[in-house]
């Protein structure tokens, strides 16, 4: 089975699909991984991100092992990724790796969970399972501030949100896979839900999916 979770930054698609893959026994992929890879290697490189020809050449020779052990989640990455991610080329070279990883679950698991943008609307359109996992940009801003943090960035809650909200506007505004729910979502807003609520809404939404009327879990 085939599980896509999308949504905007910081509103707990990887906090949810985490919990999804234990739960259900399926395998991750955070697919912002790949677009947070090509923009760290860049940045790196000392190249531009808007460079679409550099960006371009970087996601079409990317793969996971060049970025191991990398800091992908640094404020400057995050921009990065979202400025090469509206670039169609960037798009189409890391496309294939998405839909391999959808098309061949690894060995044992009974599945996979993709979160990111296009997730149920372009990479995997016939997901058995569509989640769109939302929450107000102030809400997300605060998550996301408290994250960096813990990891001793001295950015401001306002400048954080300042970032999220210019993401949130570059992602949903692009012209290639823009971010928005596919019309087959389930839309979850997290906004006043705790992690637990969350994914005993998801998993409410998954067995009815499936056709099984599991328990619905209070935690995981
Ligand atoms: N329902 C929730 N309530 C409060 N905090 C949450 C909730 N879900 C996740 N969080 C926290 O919010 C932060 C962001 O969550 P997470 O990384 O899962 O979001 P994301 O959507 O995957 O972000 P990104 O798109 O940037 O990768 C984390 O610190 C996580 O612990
Ligand atoms: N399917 C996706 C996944 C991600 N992006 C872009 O990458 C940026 C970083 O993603 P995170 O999930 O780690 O926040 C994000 O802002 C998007 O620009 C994407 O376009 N499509």
Same mark, same amino acid.
């Given at each position: 089975?085939?599980?896509?979770?999308?949504?905007?930054?910081?509103?707990?698609?990887?906090?949810?699909?985490?919990?999804?893959?234990?739960?259900?026994?399926?395998?991750?992929?955070?697919?912002?991984?790949?677009?947070?890879?090509?923009?760290?290697?860049?940045?790196?490189?000392?190249?531009?991100?808007?460079?679409?020809?550099?960006?371009?050449?970087?996601?079409?020779?990317?793969? /996971? *092992?060049?970025? @191991?052990?990398?800091?992908?989640?640094? $404020? =400057?990455?995050?921009?990065?990724?979202? !400025?090469? &991610?509206?670039?169609?080329?960037?798009?189409?070279?890391?496309?294939?790796?998405?839909?391999?990883?959808?098309?061949?679950?690894?060995?044992?698991?009974?599945?996979?969970? /993709? *979160?990111?943008? @296009?997730?149920?609307?372009?990479?995997? $359109? =016939?997901?058995?399972?569509?989640?769109? !996992?939302? &929450?107000?940009?102030?809400?997300?801003?605060?998550?996301?501030?408290?994250?960096?943090?813990?990891?001793?960035?001295?950015?401001?809650?306002?400048?954080?949100?300042?970032?999220?909200?210019?993401? @949130?506007?570059?992602?949903?505004?692009?012209?290639?896979?823009?971010?928005?729910?596919?019309?087959? &979502?389930?839309?979850?807003?997290?906004?006043?839900?705790?992690?637990?609520?969350?994914?005993?809404?998801?998993?409410?939404?998954?067995?009815?999916?499936?056709?099984?009327?599991?328990?619905?879990?209070?935690?995981?």
């Amino acid at each position: 089975m085939v599980i896509a979770v999308d949504g905007p930054a910081a509103s707990g698609k990887g906090t949810l699909s985490r919990r999804l893959c234990t739960y259900y026994g399926l395998s991750y992929l955070d697919t912002g991984i790949l677009y947070r890879g090509v923009g760290w290697i860049l940045l790196s490189q000392n190249l531009d991100p808007r460079h679409e020809e550099d960006a371009a050449r970087v996601a079409r020779a990317f793969s /996971l *092992d060049q970025i @191991d052990g990398a800091d992908i989640r640094t $404020p =400057d990455v995050s921009r990065a990724s979202s !400025i090469v &991610a509206a670039q169609p080329e960037v798009r189409a070279a890391l496309l294939e790796f998405q839909r391999d990883f959808a098309a061949h679950p690894p060995k044992g698991s009974n599945g996979v969970v /993709l *979160d990111g943008r @296009d997730i149920g609307t372009v990479v995997c $359109p =016939d997901a058995l399972v569509k989640l769109y !996992i939302s &929450a107000s940009p102030e809400e997300r801003a605060k998550r996301r501030w408290l994250e960096l943090e813990k990891r001793d960035n001295a950015m401001g809650l306002d400048a954080v949100l300042e970032d999220i909200r210019r993401r @949130d506007a570059r992602d949903s505004g692009r012209a290639t896979a823009p971010m928005r729910p596919a019309t087959d &979502a389930h839309f979850i807003d997290t906004t006043t839900l705790d992690a637990d609520a969350v994914f005993a809404r998801a998993c409410r939404h998954i067995d009815q999916a499936l056709g099984v009327s599991g328990a619905v879990p209070a935690s995981n």
